[in-house]
């Protein structure tokens, strides 16, 4: 079974300044990798996925992450935020052969300050 | 495409009440399922589905049920509602290589 920790619940950070949300995962099998973005009140949408290849991976608003599989993390990274990047961010591991359901991290409460 | 509706959007119930969430997709997928997300708890599993005629139970199936009507609708049933199923129900789809697409939730809540 596979497992995912997000080691940061919430994380203030001003704008314009850059950001890391951590990610790790467990599991004894190859996976595929991925953060979803959560605006106030609305439902979850991918930012970005990792199946194969490169493990540097850009996705939508500037957002990019990076694979690590001797560290089994799945990092997320901004250079520079903006107020409107402030949301809820989780990270989500399935096994490659997709045989199980997403699991998903419990969340970082991304803030961003004026 | 609509991609992944969920209906209806807000609901309150007494407890005891039943009543059931409705969810449809128009991608194709083979597998949905049903989450509900509380404060701090982050996104649990309650049902899915990973093909028409299959259900499986996820982490928190105790007071729900679940019917895969066809490819497109998945529906989640609160038979005797209770004030620890106050929560934002999400419903999603999903088709290789499984990154999944969700609906805008249903929040209910149980007086």
């Known amino acids: 079974a596979q497992s995912v920790t997000q080691l940061d619940s919430q994380v203030p950070v001003f704008e314009e300044a850059p950001v890391e949300l951590r990610c790790n995962y467990s599991?004894?099998?190859?996976?595929?990798l991925f953060w979803y973005v959560q605006y106030p009140n609305q439902g979850l949408q991918l930012l970005l996925k990792?199946?194969?290849?490169?493990?540097l991976v850009k996705g939508i608003n500037g957002f990019e992450a990076e694979f690590n599989k001797s560290q089994t993390s799945f990092h997320l990274r901004k250079p520079s935020v903006h107020i409107s990047d402030t949301a809820e961010y989780f990270c989500a591991v399935i096994q490659n052969s997709g045989n199980t359901p997403l699991v998903f991290g419990k969340g970082t409460r991304l803030s961003v300050i004026a | 495409n609509a991609g992944v509706t969920q209906t209806p959007k807000f609901q309150v119930l007494k407890t005891g009440q039943s009543m059931t969430l409705q969810c449809a997709q128009d991608?194709?997928?083979?597998?949905m399922y049903w989450y509900r997300q509380d404060p701090g708890m982050g996104l649990r599993l309650i049902y899915y589905?990973?093909?028409?005629?299959?259900?499986d139970k996820g982490e928190v199936p105790n007071g729900y049920n679940v019917s895969r009507l066809n490819k497109r609708e998945f529906s989640l049933r609160l038979e005797s509602a209770a004030p620890s199923q106050t929560s934002v129900y999400f419903c999603?789809?999903?088709?290789?290589?499984?990154?999944?697409?969700f609906g805008p939730g249903t929040r209910l809540t149980v007086t």
């Open positions: 999603a789809s999903s088709g290789p290589p499984y990154e999944q697409y």
């Open positions: 991608m194709n997928h083979n597998s």
């Open positions: 990792y199946l194969s290849g490169s493990t």
């Open positions: 589905s990973a093909s028409e005629g299959t259900t």
């Open positions: 599991s004894s099998v190859s996976v595929y």
